[in-house]
């Protein structure tokens, strides 16, 4: 049988959903419970309906469009999520949905019944514009933490509870999605690199090993507000300096002992923010991210430390707070075998590779067996408006993520 996705409608499928938040910037922004995502959501359900695949959504808004199988349970589930960060790209994410859509309409047509049941996923909130990173998963898996979910604050300055308001959603009902969730047989998501390996190699497909883990902090810096042509250099208490030395020698010793690590300050505060006036207050993110725990663990140490040393020695506080961890992971190695089998059946090139960016696959290896197939982001570019793919390669992934799964559903 010529088992092969219709790589003409996929992209057109990513085309239209790609102009849903478009945004003045030439990228998207859809983030999770906005005017955007919603039309996005209503635009998938839709298509799932079009598919004749049976629609639920759970108490955390995740989307699954299911192929019925001989079995009723454990579910076969493929995706990614439709949410993006703000002014970033059309394809992080929404090539993973899509691709898993179009390969269940692959065999609807080509009437394969599965043993098993397929479902489309998309999770909500993969980005973590509203709490934490993969709401959506968490909650499907029964690892999201209650108590940061009820205390926490949005990234956009509202409580949850009111981003939520006319949505349907609560957080009452994403704590109980766990309870919803089907047994869950094996997690496959296909997803852009967000990085420039496969580019620069000019290989289409990555098979992912393992996922970084990493720990993300909020921080501050606190000092002096004095005024600016008054206080003498050798007297300043100044915050922001503070920061601007961690992040120089910072950045210093992981670049110079750890080729694995990453180091990131994405978003910096300094109060009161006048020109007249020496910050007493420097509010940041820190990022910290290593394949293996150990040396993470190992870098969260120095850099504290380093942060707590540079405190002291220029009259500062220093105060943080982790406010969301995940562990490095491996994947699958039975269906990691399994993807190399069938990329070498399509003779397709691939390398095998380490993700340094986190997927919602991370999270459902918790509970069931999960991999994941890279594609090429053209010059490494990812979360930006310049993203980019080129659909031979979107065709390959998809067309190997459609082998795998009718492996998986017929022969499992």
Not at 366 to 372: L, S
Request: proline content about 4%; hydrophobic content about 40%.
């Amino acid at each position: 049988m010529n088992l092969a996705i219709n790589i003409q409608r996929l992209q057109r499928d990513l085309e239209e959903l790609g102009r849903i938040g478009s945004d003045l910037k030439g990228g998207v922004s859809r983030p999770s419970f906005s005017q955007a995502d919603l039309e996005a959501r209503a635009w998938l359900k839709k298509r799932l309906h079009e598919a004749s695949l049976e629609i639920r959504e759970d108490g955390a808004g995740n989307i699954f469009g299911r192929l019925r199988g001989k079995l009723e349970e454990p579910v076969i589930l493929v995706g990614s999520h439709l949410d993006t960060v703000i002014n970033g790209g059309r394809f992080d994410g929404t090539c993973g949905v899509v691709s898993a859509l179009e390969c269940l309409r692959t065999i609807q047509e080509k009437g394969i019944v599965p043993y098993y049941p397929l479902e489309v996923v998309a999770f909500t909130d993969e980005e973590g514009n509203i709490i934490g990173d993969f709401l959506g998963s968490r909650a499907f898996t029964g690892t999201l933490n209650e108590e940061i979910l009820r205390r926490g604050q949005t990234n956009f300055g509202q409580p949850l509870q009111n981003i939520l308001e006319g949505t349907g959603i609560s957080l009452e009902s994403i704590l109980r999605a766990k309870n919803e969730a089907p047994k869950v047989l094996a997690y496959l998501e296909l997803h852009i690199e967000q990085g420039e390996l496969l580019d620069l190699e000019a290989v289409p497909i990555g098979l992912v090993t393992k996922i970084t883990g990493k720990r993300l902090y909020q921080a501050t810096f606190s000092g002096q507000v004095s005024h600016a042509g008054t206080t003498p250099m050798e007297l300043r208490r100044d915050a922001f300096i503070g920061l601007a030395e961690l992040a120089v020698r910072a950045t210093r010793l992981v670049a110079a002992e750890d080729e694995d690590g990453r180091l990131t300050i994405g978003r910096v505060q300094l109060h009161p923010g006048s020109f007249s006036s020496i910050p007493g207050q420097a509010d940041f993110t820190l990022d910290l991210r290593h394949p293996e725990r150990e040396n993470l663990i190992d870098l969260e140490k120095k850099i504290i430390g380093l942060a707590q040393e540079i405190a002291i020695t220029r009259g500062l506080s220093f105060y943080y707070q982790l406010v969301d961890s995940t562990e490095p992971t491996p994947m699958s190695s039975r269906l990691l075998a399994l993807l190399e089998e069938e990329v070498r059946n399509l003779n397709y090139p691939y390398l095998k590779l380490i993700s340094g960016a986190g997927h919602d696959a991370q999270i459902l290896a918790k509970i069931t067996e999960a991999a994941m197939i890279f594609i090429p982001s053209i010059n490494g570019l990812s979360h930006s408006p310049e993203e980019a793919i080129r659909w031979e390669d979107l065709e390959k992934g998809a067309n190997l993520l459609l082998q795998v799964l009718v492996r998986l559903a017929t022969s499992f």
